[in-house]
């Protein structure tokens, strides 16, 4: 089945140890979100590819970066993780038409990766 | 500023006792409105889209609807396995602040008791 997976599952980091999380998708979309999410909280986008378009939201930390390299792979770097960034951390992906109006645009989600920092 | 808000926060029904979660927004030229269910623990799991005012759309004991202001998700005769948090989400003109990127709600928390 097409999917977006995202690896660790559960990732525990140290306190200024960079961290880097991953997601890969087979449902050759070409925009891929991450998302930040705290508890009871709705998710926050940090930043968003639209194919190798890199889209970064205004208040998005420094401390977040992303990378590419391809269709199928997304990656999310934390530098220098602090407690605040603890949460988990949402993959999505949609496919979006070049005609300016989007008649699909819903996201499918990974199963995310809940990070702790110590 | 483009807002969306769902209520209640929480809800707690029996088996079987039908009721309806509401997301109200406030967005000009509304693209889309997306429905999703989130599980403790995991990622938010696509239900629903709609597109214009009027419109509705069904899955098995899940109804949604919408009109200019706000969407309902009308559940009838609930199981315990329906128990999560359902997000609404919108989608703006991407001329927006926002680029047309979603704008989700907190989400509701449905517990559903036997």
């Known amino acids: 089945d097409a999917m977006v997976i995202q690896n660790p599952r559960y990732q525990v980091t140290q306190f200024g140890k960079p961290v880097t999380l991953s997601c890969s998708q087979t449902l050759n979309h070409n925009v891929m979100y991450w998302y930040q999410q705290k508890s009871s909280q709705a998710p926050k986008l940090l930043f968003h590819?639209?194919?190798?378009?890199?889209?970064n939201e205004a208040d998005t930390p420094d401390n977040f970066q992303s990378r590419r390299p391809n269709t199928s792979f997304c990656f999310l770097d934390i530098r220098s993780p602090g407690l605040g960034d603890a949460a988990m951390y949402l993959c999505?992906?949609?496919?979006?038409?070049?005609?300016?109006?989007?008649?699909?645009?819903?996201?499918?989600f990974g199963p995310g990766t809940r990070l702790t920092v110590t | 500023e483009d807002q969306v808000t769902q209520s209640p926060e929480a809800l707690r029904l029996q088996e079987g006792e039908s009721s309806s979660l509401n997301c109200s927004y406030t967005?000009?030229?509304?693209?889309?409105l997306f429905w999703y269910r989130q599980d403790p623990g995991k990622g938010p799991e696509f239900l629903f889209t709609?597109?214009?005012a009027g419109e509705e759309k069904e899955k098995e004991r899940l109804k949604a609807t919408l009109t200019k202001k706000e969407s309902f998700l009308h559940i009838t005769a609930p199981k315990p396995e329906d128990s999560a948090t359902y997000l609404c989400a919108v989608q703006p003109p991407p001329w927006g602040g926002s680029q047309g990127n979603l704008i989700f709600g907190k989400g509701t928390k449905l517990s559903v008791k036997p």
């Open positions: 709609l597109y214009s």
């Open positions: 967005v000009s030229g509304l693209r889309g």
């Open positions: 999505a992906t949609s496919i979006v038409g070049t005609s300016g109006f989007v008649p699909l645009y819903e996201q499918y």
């Open positions: 590819y639209y194919d190798k378009d890199f889209n």
